[in-house]
């Protein structure tokens, strides 16, 4: 089982960009589960070794399962994906840079016919408060403040080909 220690691998550089899906996909993913499968001190001490690197790499981590849940046309993916980035959540060196990754959790979530607050309301005993408060607080945001177009991204292609770019012509 991979541990938080794995996510600074100088392999996640440029992770945001690389093929989806990708063995580092695997291996985040094997982070998120451990975490899911522990017990509630084990996940207090995982979450104490979240550092602003692993959390990003957490962060990102939500934006590529925003994608692949598209593409499979599944929510698994956002769940894993909302409770990568409720890890992430206190310890990202900007946490603003989150809401970026919530408005592609927001399209993906909506696009498959459920909300960030049923998403974060399913995994809750899992999220840390705050970040569970904070994905509350977003989804309760006007649509014009939450959407893609908000935070200068776009959905682009479709199918196998779908991916969250930025701007309205983003490769």
Same mark, same amino acid.
């Given at each position: =089982? !991979? $541990?938080?220690?794995?996510?600074? /691998?100088?392999?996640?550089?440029? #992770?945001? +960009? @690389? ?45 590529? =399962? !925003? $994608?692949?849940?598209?593409?499979? /046309?599944?929510?698994?993916?956002? #769940?894993? +994906? @909302? ?89």
């Amino acid at each position: =089982m !991979a $541990t938080v220690r794995h996510l600074l /691998d100088r392999r996640f550089n440029g #992770y945001i +960009g @690389i093929k989806l899906p990708h063995e580092l996909d695997d291996l985040v993913e094997s982070v998120v589960v451990g975490y899911l499968d522990a017990t509630a001190a084990a996940r207090q001490e995982i979450l104490d070794a979240v550092r602003p690197r692993a959390a990003g790499v957490l962060c990102v981590f939500g934006r590529r =399962m !925003a $994608t692949m849940a598209v593409r499979t /046309d599944s929510t698994v993916p956002l #769940y894993r +994906g @909302i409770v990568g980035m409720g890890m992430a959540e206190r310890t990202l060196d900007e946490p603003r840079n989150s809401l970026f990754v919530l408005a592609t959790v927001h399209h993906s979530a909506t696009t498959l016919g459920t909300t960030i607050t049923r998403l974060a309301t399913d995994m809750r005993r899992y999220l840390p408060e705050p970040a569970y408060e904070n994905f509350l607080a977003f989804d309760q945001r006007t649509e014009k403040n939450k959407s893609l177009r908000a935070f200068g991204l776009a959905a682009c292609g479709s199918g196998d080909e779908f991916r969250y770019g930025y701007g309205s012509t983003s490769a």
